[in-house]
């Protein structure tokens, strides 16, 4: 049983491969294969582009160059309370600056008290969950996370560390067993069947709220639940007598908390099973409030001083030198993080939108790109405003289409082919039900690809 749900696991945390089945294409970029000049920036989720293709999550070592990911911003020690969403950015706006937003949002976080709430809906714009990822990077450091998680056949919260190469470290937790926290780690995503290990939590982890912590340093790595030291994996411990390294976590990680439908019917079956089966669209919490939710209330970074030999020249970005991915190609820098345009790359930062003509009028249609400027976001590329042109064009593909990949859930009105509705509305004094949204099967798809990274 537990080679099964080795398995399985790996399933999810294969993201290449699972996307390449989901939207009908092979990977553009990764596993040795390096995107063109044209479109530099190889997105976690394998495909090329520019924007927020080289923001967060831009694999360097199977884009054009290592200097085509923009520079990552450094660790930021903090406690982000979630008593309300201001710290909080859509992927389609947010352009690298850390000092203006601290998450970067997919699908759709809603507040509720002081929580946030990742939803996962059966419809709209959170049809396959909702995605939070830091805007400063780890490197080292003491993460909590004081949350609860969801409940419910095929449903799947996670708390997260991903870093641009791949090595992860994680906190996830299976809606039909709410007595159990997963933990696992990969170093550049290689399958290792076994990392996992389940952790006992005491109470319901829906019911009740916990705080799980991951402590990463340089030689030792703790998961922790409520202040109990519950599974600890030494550096040492991980020597890799094939490739004569340590696979052991890293490379500076963004943190990431998503809620996502494991149990989708595209899916595999050890995937599906792992989750409990598939999602329940009928079950009491999508009755009630329209979705499944957890609720994340707060989470503290302690970042850990640099690692001893890091090669230092400054202060506010974290760069590869090599394409090793190991722990000694990273440097720290002054270089800039923030790009001008959706349209800028890390060798390009001041690319900007093209200017409207002095001819054009309110109801001109906005010059478009022809590149990719967010993952999941096809056909035009941003017009004067940084959105899609309103040529009339069909700027969606059905989920099985020949689309891009990746965590986009636009916020703003006819990004993506969503279209905001009303604004939310509360449930018997409740928690909010989730926006009317118009969307169609890429909606979906484009979800399911920011998530099943995890």
């Not at 998450?103 to 976080?109: D, E, L, N």
Request: hydrophobic share 30%; glycine share 10%.
């Amino acid at each position: 049983m537990s080679r099964i749900l080795a398995v399985a696991t790996l399933a999810l945390l294969s993201a290449s491969s699972v996307l390449a089945q989901q939207a009908g294409k092979s990977s553009e970029c990764g596993e040795g294969k390096s995107c063109p000049s044209s479109k530099p920036c190889c997105s976690q989720y394998g495909q090329c582009g520019v924007g927020a293709f080289c923001l967060g999550g831009c694999d360097p070592l199977n884009s054009f160059s290592l200097n085509s990911c923009v520079p990552a911003p450094v660790c930021n020690s903090g406690d982000y309370k979630f008593d309300n969403l201001d710290g909080i950015q859509s992927n389609t706006e947010y352009l690298g600056d850390a000092s203006k937003a601290n998450w970067v949002s997919s699908g759709q976080p809603e507040q509720f008290e002081d929580n946030v709430l990742l939803t996962l809906s059966e419809t709209g714009k959170s049809s396959f969950g909702t995605l939070l990822a830091s805007t400063s990077y780890v490197w080292y450091g003491k993460i909590s996370a004081r949350m609860k998680s969801s409940r419910g056949k095929g449903v799947v919260t996670a708390f997260i560390l991903m870093s641009d190469v791949k090595d992860e470290i994680d906190f996830e937790f299976v809606g039909t067993d709410l007595q159990t926290a997963q933990s696992n780690f990969y170093f550049q995503g290689i399958p290792d069947y076994d990392n996992g290990k389940n952790l006992t939590v005491k109470s319901s982890t829906f019911d009740d709220y916990h705080t799980y912590v991951i402590d990463w340093t340089p030689t030792q790595l703790t998961w922790s639940v409520d202040n109990t030291v519950l599974r600890t994996l030494k550096r040492s411990e991980t020597w890799n007598t094939t490739t004569n390294q340590y696979h052991y976590p890293q490379t500076p990680a963004r943190v990431q908390l998503s809620l996502w439908p494991a149990g989708n019917p595209k899916n595999g079956q050890g995937t599906i099973a792992w989750a409990g089966g598939l999602v329940d669209w009928n079950a009491p919490d999508v009755a009630k409030f329209g979705y499944y939710y957890s609720m994340i209330s707060d989470i503290n970074v302690d970042c850990y001083p640099t690692p001893d030999g890091a090669n230092k020249t400054g202060d506010k970005a974290y760069i590869y030198t090599a394409k090793s991915g190991m722990n000694n190609s990273v440097a720290i820098t002054d270089d800039d993080t923030v790009l001008k345009s959706l349209l800028g790359t890390g060798t390009n930062m001041d690319a900007d939108y093209p200017k409207a003509k002095e001819s054009d009028t309110a109801e001109s249609p906005a010059a478009t790109s022809d590149v990719a400027t967010v993952p999941g976001l096809t056909g035009a590329g941003p017009g004067t405003n940084g959105h899609p042109g309103n040529d009339g064009s069909d700027n969606t593909v059905s989920e099985t289409g020949n689309s891009g990949t990746s965590g986009s859930g636009s916020t703003s009105p006819g990004v993506g082919g969503f279209s905001q509705g009303t604004e939310t509305q509360k449930s018997e004094g409740s928690l909010p039900k989730e926006r009317g949204l118009q969307s169609s099967m890429f909606a979906a798809l484009v979800a399911v690809m920011g998530l099943l990274v995890l």
